[in-house]
């Protein structure tokens, strides 16, 4: 069979270019890599003629007629390609990747940086930091070495940046300038991210969920590091134990393990101080609460769309637009009966007291009165003890 190759195949047949075959344990993209590199050409202009002519004479017979190379052996090497990947040249041709690109040039910038094939390394001349591309390497050029930099400057406050996209970003979180809202369709949450909307619209409304099936038992999860945490937890038994040396506590994770010894032991504490008054806090998110709740220091107000109501924490708007305006209310329903309520821990009363599901008792010790609330407790033991309850308590 008489095969037409492209002209640039005839030069590298006919012209004493390296036509190197390729070597044991080496992949059909690295041996394309290698082969544009020893002639001389970039890899997508490589790819792009294999690309093209492939579909006359198949794949590896290409490579075949190309290299010289036996068709055998350039059956034997490994192979991510995608099975006929020529016929869509817009859809990456690695196997298992979905991205697709409009452009030649986007297809192999793709393949590069995230494929790792037909890289040309931009090297930097004063330090061995290297990247992928050029932009790349003149942003560590001028953050790095002050080469070619130049300052952006926040016309609203003293904030700078060597980046400009930095100084945009900046302007639309800093000060609400430029900003493009992602509003959720389902409710009034909205974010400055799309990947943030994104992953609001799985988590709370189950809208393109990825699950993460537990591969021991019927857990999923729509986060991979939850599915990782279930995993670590519940089936692996040879998971390293953290352990507490002044008391019993023990866990599988590093950190809980150090915020146990803070909370509970006072053990490697950082303060956060109030510098208002002697509040103090071992968690700095607690603290900037304290100064907004107490000091009205850095407040954001929650302002309800649909009356005069505003509160200083997100968490109590959205109960009260659920309980005054039905906005958002997500419904709590019992098992047993016809009962639901906006509030989970109105359920668990619920059920407690008219179901004696998850009961907790509160029983005397000086005599065999029981109650499930502690407030009746506490009148049982004034008026048919005659004790103070806080004496009973001590």
Known sequence: MTIK???GFIVILYLGYNLTPPIQNESIGKWIEKLAKENKISFGIMLKHIIDYTEKAGFLECLSYLTRSPIEINA???NKFKKDFWKNKKLCPIESCKYESKSDSGMFRHISLIHNLGIEWQKCPHCVYKAKEKQALAIHLANIHDINSKWYKCPHCDYKTKLSTNLTQHLAFTHDIGVKWYKCSKCDYKSKHSTSLKRHLALK??????????????YKAKQKHKLKEHINYLHNPNVKMYKCNYCDFKTKYKKVLTEHLANKHDIGVKWYH???C???SKIKGDLNK???NKHNINVKWYQCPHCEYKVKISSNLTK????KHNIGVKWYKCS??????KLKSNLNRHLANKHDIGVIWYKCSLCDYKSKQKSDLKRHIINKHKILFEEYKL
């Open 5 to 7: 190759l492209p002209y």
């Open 76 to 78: 034997k090497i490994k």
């Open 205 to 218: 409304h189950n809208i393109n969920v990825k699950w993460f099936q537990c591969p021991h038992c019927e």
């Open 274 to 276: 109030c510098p208002n």
């Open 278 to 280: 002697e509040y103090k």
């Open 290 to 292: 304290h100064l907004a």
């Open 320 to 323: 009260h637009l659920a309980n």
């Open 336 to 341: 047993k009966c016809d009962y639901k309520s």
